[in-house]
């Protein structure tokens, strides 16, 4: 290939990436509604909302939709009075019936809008909404979007709801009660379809409204009873995870989370989502074939991969090079239980959005010379660690606790004998260490001296990134009955590479801070969570 036909073929290539996917958008027709409501009659003015209307049509046509109207590029419809809203969604609904059981369907919508008391949704406000609620006005909520776009049969349905969730009085019947009513299921059978836990939760209820591979994700711009500022950021930070490959909605939308709440801007938001997904989420331009069977239970909640029971070398043989006094000699231990694991240290993104709640200290930390999300918190004792689990167990509804001693190798380890998950050498391209340092005669390199995002290194067999170097993490073991010393493992940044090893071990007071310490959580699986971690 000469290089002006090289050159015509890279241009080719560009714009059909610019375009979508020709072969992808047949397959997965993908319609797009786009609303912003800036001039209202009874509530504050809301200049900038039609420019956010505008970056994320711009994205959503780079990404291969059309417009709600079935054809054409993506337009923003402005202003709209609760008529023109609800008429709009009906020919939106009509478009996505048409195009079939595999449709893609977003759904975009910026302006006022209101949490409705204590049932947890939330409402959509026209231009000439009043400020109380009626059964009428009510019509515009999210359990209502929700269940009538799914009710067009498209396989996803995305909505997008960049908007403030102040509390109003006199809130309609949530999700799981229309649902309930409208199929004959009790109301219980259908909670799971409701949604708000986890990726990977499943449809119990065979008779429930839609079909068991349907799926929708609401993304909020803010949590609840706070403000969405009118300042653009969620719309521009959403507009470029759009157009960002290799991620499926579920990773682009908690990206867009991570980086609104770290955003150097003087108004925080917290973007949350509520989700009811099956199987594996669409990708917005490419899907990371690593991603798969990765899951996470809320917005600020780590992602979570299970990790199947069996049977692992524990400690490491008497000829092991480094091998420290305190490590038992290797025998085999039993893992009887899958249980959930975190794919990442936990990152300082997710350690700020619990400090922003007030439930975790506020700690030193590596992201003000590097503000990318996925840096790891640092500077975290046993005791911190502790808060941060108490938290998002509150936040997700499951209760996350750090590994045992036992569960860390194991998932270190990943099925390897050696010393470490790769083999019995190391190098600097395998781990973030102190790469002065030689292990066996291994090569070195300058040294680094400060921790890499969490996903800079290949994941292991269990699919978990940098169980080795970049930071120590904490684990429930402990040293002695009274517990006054407790267990960190993995080695660090710092670290001399046979601290690596998965058998070695480091045991410090529990309310001990260090700068090269942080944490990777664990849950349980539950029942029906468990299917191919057996």
Known sequence: ??????????????????????????????????????????????????????????????????????????????????????????????????????????????????????????????????????????????????RNLLGSGAKTVLIVLDMCRNILSAPPPSLTQVIAEQTGVAQAAVGELAGSKGLRRMVRAPAAAIRPDQGYLVAFSTSADQFAFDDGIFSKVLAEEIRRPQQNIADALKRVSDRVALSSGKNFQKPTFDYGLQGAPPCFISCDRTSGDRFYDCANCPWMRPIPAGATPFGSPRTEAGRGGDEPVQADVRI??????????????????????????????????????????????YEDAQAFLAWISVQSGRAYRLPTDQEWEYASRAGAQTAFPWGDDISPALANYDHTASYRGSETA????????????????????????????????????????????????QSAPDELRSANRLTIAPNKRRQDAGLRVVRDLEADEIGGAS
């Not at 375009?19 to 797009?32: D, H, I, K, M, Q």
């Not at 590097?370 to 004792?381: G, M, R, Y």
């Not at 994941?459 to 517990?483: H, I, K, P």
């Open 1 to 146: 290939m000469t290089l002006r036909q090289y050159a015509i073929a890279l241009l080719l290539a560009l714009i059909l990436a610019m375009s979508g996917n020709p072969a992808r958008a047949a397959e997965e027709p993908r319609l797009a509604l786009v609303i912003v409501n800036g001039g209202y009659q009874s509530f504050d003015k809301l200049p900038s909302t039609y420019t956010d209307g505008d970056k994320i049509a711009t994205a959503l046509n780079a990404t291969g939709f059309v417009d709600a109207s079935g054809a054409g590029p993506v337009q923003v419809r402005r202003d709209l009075t609760r008529t023109a809203m609800l008429e709009a969604i009906a020919r939106f609904r009509e478009k996505l019936a048409a195009a079939g059981p595999k449709a893609f369907g977003t759904l975009y919508f910026s302006g006022h809008g209101a949490a409705l008391g204590s049932y947890g949704d939330v409402m959509l406000l026209p231009v000439d909404a009043g400020r109380d609620v009626t059964a009428e006005s009510a019509t515009l909520t999210r359990a209502t979007l929700t």
């Open 336 to 381: 009887d239980h899958p249980f959930a694991m975190g794919v990442y240290e936990v990152t300082i993104a997710e350690w700020s959005a619990c400090v922003r709640d007030n439930a975790c200290p506020k700690l030193g930390n590596w992201a003000k010379e590097n503000p990318n999300p996925l840096i790891p918190a640092t500077d975290i004792s």
């Open 446 to 493: 300058p040294y680094r001296g400060y921790p890499e995002v969490v996903n800079g290194y290949p994941a292991n067999a269990f699919g978990l990134n940098q169980m080795q170097g970049n930071v120590w993490e904490w684990t429930s073991g402990c040293t002695d009955t009274s517990c006054r010393s407790r267990t960190i493992r993995g080695g660090s940044f």
